[in-house]
């Protein structure tokens, strides 16, 4: 027997070999593995169901993230992936492992923020499993929503000539992770000190409250607009764009002066840490809007509109390519590119 390293697959590699390895028995299964989530058929409109779980020490650190914030990014970052389906979230189950070292009233804070969040986003908590965790707290949550099968964007429906666009702005989470990360260091060295926040609330709500964009979802409705791809960016735009590239046998072409980014990021970005401000908005992840891809047709509906950035187009050589500001043509993957 061989030993393979986890690290050699990678999260995408071993979720390729799980899916190569699976079989669908029902016709009703109409999506399975591949997308925010899966697709099921279910009279005249689809199911959709997706899950993410939250590892203490591995996407949170309690000594910054109240539980509230928890309970609600855990809500939302699921609700996300059913609005990057292009669907409406309906019910969820949580699934909680506690140690002893929580309490009732820890539980009961955790909630608060999921019970907002269903309040926020019209969901019904339905289920869940309870159990015991020899560690850290582990929440993992389902997301069950619907749509009707036509308005269904998947990630590879992108085609050459689409316009890329990305909601809000990218690269505060981001920030908002690198501040929270400093002020642990400081306090831990001088608990004495008091952090302050001024300045830095906009990147640190990004981090600890992320919204899903179910708002746009909305309004891409009412403005007629089915995306013709769609994805939410966890993971940070390059990632997104090339699953949306990947899976639709596209390449992109990204301009750099096109990047949303907020005032309050940039200044962080450049004086705190010394980082390039597209290179967070690049690379950076948690900002959980949406990236899709939309027919040319539908350039006038959304040219004008204050919270949608056109960000580049789909191209037919598969590569992705970002215009830098500086006028140089770079994959977009690389990070740390020179900008004169
Ligand atoms: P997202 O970032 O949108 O939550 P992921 O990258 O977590 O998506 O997952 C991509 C796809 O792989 C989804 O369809 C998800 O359901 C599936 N997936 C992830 N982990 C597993 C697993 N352990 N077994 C089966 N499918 C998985
Ligand atoms: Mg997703």
């Not at 990678?10 to 399975?32: M, P, V």
């Not at 409406?88 to 804070?109: G, W």
């Not at 923020?113 to 582990?138: P, Q």
Request: charged share 20%; net charge negative.
């Amino acid at each position: 027997m061989t030993r393979t390293e986890l690290s050699s697959l990678g999260e995408f590699g071993l979720i390729d070999r799980i899916k190569a390895n699976t079989k669908i028995n029902h016709k009703t299964t109409l999506k399975g593995i591949g997308d925010d989530a899966a697709v099921i058929e279910a009279g005249d409109t689809c199911l959709l169901v997706s899950t993410d779980m939250l590892v203490e020490n591995v996407h949170f650190d309690l000594s910054y993230m109240p539980l509230p914030h928890l309970g609600y990014k855990a809500v939302a970052v699921n609700i996300s992936d059913i609005a990057a389906m292009n669907g409406i979230p309906e019910q969820i189950t949580v699934s909680l492992a506690i140690s002893n070292r929580f309490s009732v009233e820890a539980i009961d804070a955790l909630y608060q923020g999921i019970f907002s969040a269903c309040e926020d986003y019209k969901v019904d908590l339905i289920g869940g499993d309870t159990t015991s965790s020899a560690g850290g707290l582990v929440i993992s949550i389902t997301a069950i929503g619907r749509a009707k099968p036509t308005k269904i964007a998947y990630r590879n429906g992108a085609k050459k000539g689409d316009i890329l666009c990305v909601t809000g702005d990218l690269g505060a989470a981001y920030m908002g992770l690198k501040v929270l990360q400093m002020q642990k260091v400081e306090f831990l060295e001088n608990p004495q000190m008091q952090p302050s926040l001024e300045g830095k609330e906009y990147v640190v709500r990004r981090q600890l409250k992320p919204q899903a964009r179910m708002d746009i979802i909305h309004e891409l409705a009412d403005l007629g607009i089915v995306p013709t791809a769609m994805i939410d960016v966890s993971d940070g735009l390059a990632s997104e764009i090339s699953h949306l590239s990947k899976q639709s046998g596209v390449g992109a072409m990204v301009y750099e002066d096109k990047l949303p980014i907020d005032k309050e990021t940039y200044e962080i970005a450049i004086n705190t840490f010394k980082l390039i401000p597209s290179v967070c908005a690049i690379n950076g992840g948690e900002d959980y809007e949406l990236l899709f891809t939309i027919a040319q047709e539908y350039y006038e509906k959304v040219k004008n509109h204050e919270d949608i950035s056109l960000i580049g187009y789909m191209t037919e050589e598969k590569e992705i390519n970002l215009a830098t500001t500086g006028g140089q043509k770079v994959p977009l993957s690389s990070q740390g590119w020179s900008h004169f």
